[in-house]
Structures are given as structure tokens and as C-alpha cells.
């Protein structure tokens, strides 16, 4: 039998409340570049469905190195040596960001974080160590976290999984470019780039043989998350929801 599918879009594309209206869910994209302030969070939260679910990328200053191109979108003022963040570091600065990510997901009643790292956080001994040891020490409360890695660790499952399982965290991927999650994982957390081009193609526009396969494919899973990450997303998640619709 299928299980649930939870159908939504990294960021809005609309209104909000056309979010609301038309789809199940929004990963919260503000939070991965400068997250809002906790009262602006709490007043979605509250405009929202109960059954609307927020899910929150966490602080690109967990994840990422210093960025000049990317902490130009900061609008606070940070304090601390820029090299200190990013990396899942467990440096004074890194724990803060992972507390203020913690703070909006509480904000938004979230269950689940998404941690991004890009390629340049690269497959190795060392960083799955340090993605362990990391989520070993930092609090999470009771949030669910989904590690979607760009780059290297795809080509090394293996290492992948163990270091995921080591840190319990839930593998996400874009599944249509098959980047499954492990077979003993209880849920999919499925990231959409695009088909073609590179690692992400943003501008794609998935075609109804591409959404027929991505029902296939999630529908094998107790409960998956199906979060469309393109520049046609908001269309696209409606197109898919309907096709699931249509099939019940």
C-alpha cells in the first residue's frame, strides 16, 4: 500500500496563502540565507492550515564556508572570524547559527531540518566524522534531520550512509536523478533540481512522464516529502499533487 505523500515546494513561489490553499507543504528557504525573525515565523505558522507542514533548510552558516557571494544576503551584522563558521565546525559560532536554525523550526512548529552541504564539503573520512561528531554534541531536540550532500558522496554510498547512520540523520535526495535514500530509512525526503545539466538544472519543467515515474518511486516509501526545488516548482508540485489525486 502507498503510504503518505507530502507534496510542496522549497520556497514560496506565491502568495502564501496560495501555498496553503493549493499544496501541503513549504521548505523554508529565508532561514537557509538570513533567517527571519521568530515572531515572523510564529505569524505563518499561525496564518497557515494546521495541516500545512513547514519544513526548515537550516543556516548556510552550519553548512557552508565562508561565501562573500552568499553572506552578501545577510542582513545581520556577524559577529567572529567568518572562517570559523560553516563545515559543521564545532566552534562557538557554528553552534549559534545551529541554535538559531533550532529556533525556527521551533518557531514554525517544524519537524523536520534539512541540511544542504555543498560539493565543496566533499566525501571523506574526515567530514563523516565530523558530520557525526557534530550531531552527536549539538542539540536537536526532537527534529528530524535530512542531509542532502551535493557532490562526491553520491558516487560513494557507502560512506554516505554510514556516516548518516552514524549521525541519524535521513539521507534526501533528488530521487529522480537517482539518489535514493537507504533502504532501512523509514521516510524519502526528495530535493527536485531539475533533469539535465549539471548537478541541478533549475529551469527545467518536469513532464508528465517525469511525474508518472516520481509517483512510482515515492510511492513505494511510508511516508515521503516531495519538495519541487525549479523555477516552475509552484506549477509543477500542483501538477503532481493532481496526478496523485487523480489516482487514489
Not at 535521513?170 to 527536485?192: C, F, I, K, S, W
Request: proline residues 5%; glycine residues 8%.
Amino acid at each position: 500500500m502507498p503510504g503518505s505523500i507530502v507534496v510542496g515546494t522549497c520556497g514560496f513561489q506565491r502568495s502564501r496563502r496560495r501555498h496553503y490553499e493549493a499544496l501541503d507543504a513549504v521548505e523554508v528557504q529565508q532561514t537557509f540565507y538570513d533567517p527571519p525573525p521568530a515572531e515572523t515565523l510564529k505569524s505563518w505558522r499561525a496564518e497557515a492550515p494546521e495541516s500545512f507542514e513547514f519544513t526548515v533548510k537550516a543556516w548556510m552558516l552550519v553548512t557552508h564556508e565562508y561565501n562573500r557571494r552568499l553572506w552578501s544576503r545577510l542582513k545581520r551584522k556577524i559577529e567572529g572570524d567568518p572562517s570559523r563558521f560553516g563545515g559543521f565546525k564545532l566552534t562557538r559560532e557554528v553552534l549559534w547559527a545551529w541554535e538559531v536554525t533550532l529556533e525556527s523550526a521551533r518557531a514554525l512548529s517544524a519537524r523536520i531540518i534539512v541540511v544542504q552541504t555543498p560539493a565543496s564539503f566533499g566525501a571523506s573520512e574526515e567530514n563523516a566524522e565530523r558530520v557525526a561528531r557534530f550531531f552527536s554534541e549539538a542539540p536537536r531536540d526532537s527534529f528530524i534531520v535530512a542531509w542532502e550532500p551535493r557532490g562526491s558522496w553520491w558516487d560513494k554510498r557507502d560512506l554516505l550512509e554510514r556516516a548518516a547512520s552514524k549521525a541519524d540523520l535521513v539521507v534526501a535526495g533528488d530521487v529522480l536523478r537517482g539518489r535514493l535514500p537507504p533502504l532501512g530509512q523509514d521516510m524519502l525526503y526528495a530535493r527536485l533540481h531539475g533533469l539535465g545539466g549539471g548537478e541541478v538544472n533549475y529551469r527545467y519543467k518536469y513532464t508528465d512522464e517525469d511525474l508518472e515515474r516520481l509517483k512510482e518511486i515515492v510511492s513505494g516509501w511510508p511516508r515521503s516529502y516531495v519538495m519541487f526545488n525549479n523555477v516552475y516548482a509552484f506549477d509543477d508540485a500542483v501538477r503532481f499533487k493532481s496526478l496523485l489525486v487523480g489516482s487514489g
